[in-house]
């Protein structure tokens, strides 16, 4: 029995029923974005609440991930700014390691393709001005982004 296209969206092996137009929720732009899909992955991206994300790789390669999938790219969205720092007395606190002690960042976060959680970050004390730096420059386009 001959075997159809399979459905687009990355690892899916069930074979493609529809065809699906992907669009940013505000998107100003119209990409070529359609996808043959199944019914499953039809019903997913036809849902506004679920997250998908369409990757352009180098070779031209496109990669459409959905849903828990997303967790993969190891992601993590800031869902509210930094504005809490602690740093632990040596009373409180002995890491066995000096370099690996610092300033802790609590951070809320999402994972991307999961849910909120929140991470702390450790920075370390001679980090922390560089880092503030860079970041600062940033914020005031002074500095450049770079591109993976
Ligand atoms: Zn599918």
Request: proline residues 7%; charged residues 30%; aromatic residues 8%.
């Amino acid at each position: 029995m001959p075997k159809g296209p399979e459905c687009q969206v990355e690892r899916c092996k069930f074979p493609a029923t529809k065809m699906h137009r992907l669009k940013e929720q505000s998107g100003p732009f119209d990409y070529p974005t359609d996808f043959a899909v199944c019914d499953i992955h039809k019903d997913k991206l036809s849902d506004s609440a679920t997250e998908w994300m369409l990757l352009y790789e180098d070779d031209g390669v496109r990669r459409l991930l959905v849903g828990p999938m997303l967790t993969e790219l190891d992601e993590f969205l800031v869902l509210a700014p930094i504005t809490k720092l602690t740093v632990y007395s040596q009373s409180s606190r002995v890491v066995s390691h000096p370099e690996s002690n610092g300033y802790y960042l609590p951070i809320r976060v999402r994972r991307r393709g999961g849910e909120e959680e929140t991470l702390t970050l450790v920075l370390p004390f001679d980090a922390l001005v560089e880092t503030a730096d860079f970041l600062h420059g940033i914020a005031h386009r002074n500095d450049k982004v770079d591109e993976p």
